[in-house]
């Protein structure tokens, strides 16, 4: 069974920083691509960042463009959003999403449940 | 960047009713498109890929359709269980979410 298990969110001051993880099991977790996805509270779904599996590149969002960094360690698996500068308008649920190809941008077919970040003084 | 423009952004329909859900691209897109339904509380869950692939295990009562800039998500007969919202989902150049519809049962 394919799971996604995200981790790392919480409380944050502006201007401060916070590293997401997310760990996939179940699969062949090299062999696809994985982006991060994020939800304000009461809004919709805004893709974040992109990360190929095996050279695919990374691709970022503008508003996290120069903030955020995406990367992964295939070998635990795990997939990371290092968050710098974070601002208010970045509060929201993270999700880490499987894309069903391996180095190019196709679409989420497994999705983790979220981890929830919050930017207040 | 390509913008999706969902309609309508809510609906109530009676259990048993058909439902239309409405997508269009800000440009020519092919047919890379993808739906994704979350219920309440959820993380959003794969609906159709690549506008009429139904993911395995989702009820045929559910179907897409479409090309070019304008696409249709259909639920021939709701179900209680349909509840939640729906997001378009473009994959033509990077990815960009619609802003979604919001479906209840009258």
């Known amino acids: 069974e394919v799971q996604l298990l995200e981790s790392g969110g919480g409380l944050v001051q502006p201007g401060g920083s916070l590293r997401l993880s997310c760990t996939g099991s179940g699969f062949t977790f090299s062999s696809h691509a994985m982006s991060w996805v994020r939800q304000p509270p009461g809004k919709g779904l805004d893709w974040v960042s992109f990360n190929g599996g095996g050279g695919g590149g990374t691709h970022y969002a503008d508003s996290v463009k120069g903030r955020f960094t995406i990367s992964r360690d295939n070998s635990k698996n795990t997939l990371f959003l290092q968050m710098n500068s974070l601002r208010v308008e970045d509060t929201a649920v993270y999700y880490c999403?499987?894309?069903?190809?391996?180095?190019?941008?196709?679409?989420?077919?497994?999705w983790g449940q979220g981890t929830l970040v919050i930017v207040s003084s | 960047d390509i913008q999706m423009a969902q309609s309508p952004s809510s609906l109530s329909a009676s259990v048993g009713d058909r439902v239309t859900i409405t997508c269009q691209a800000s440009q020519d897109i092919r047919n890379y498109l993808n739906w994704y339904q979350q219920k309440p509380g959820k993380a959003p869950k794969s609906l159709i890929y690549d506008v009429s692939n139904l993911e395995t295990g989702v009820p045929s009562r559910f179907s897409g359709s479409g090309s070019g800039t304008d696409f249709t998500l259909t639920i021939t007969s709701l179900q209680p269980e349909d509840i939640g919202t729906y997001y378009c989902?473009?994959?033509?150049?990077?990815?960009?979410f619609g802003g979604g519809t919001k479906v209840e049962i009258k």
């Open positions: 999403a499987r894309d069903r190809h391996p180095d190019s941008w196709t679409g989420f077919d497994y």
């Open positions: 989902q473009q994959y033509h150049n990077l990815l960009t």
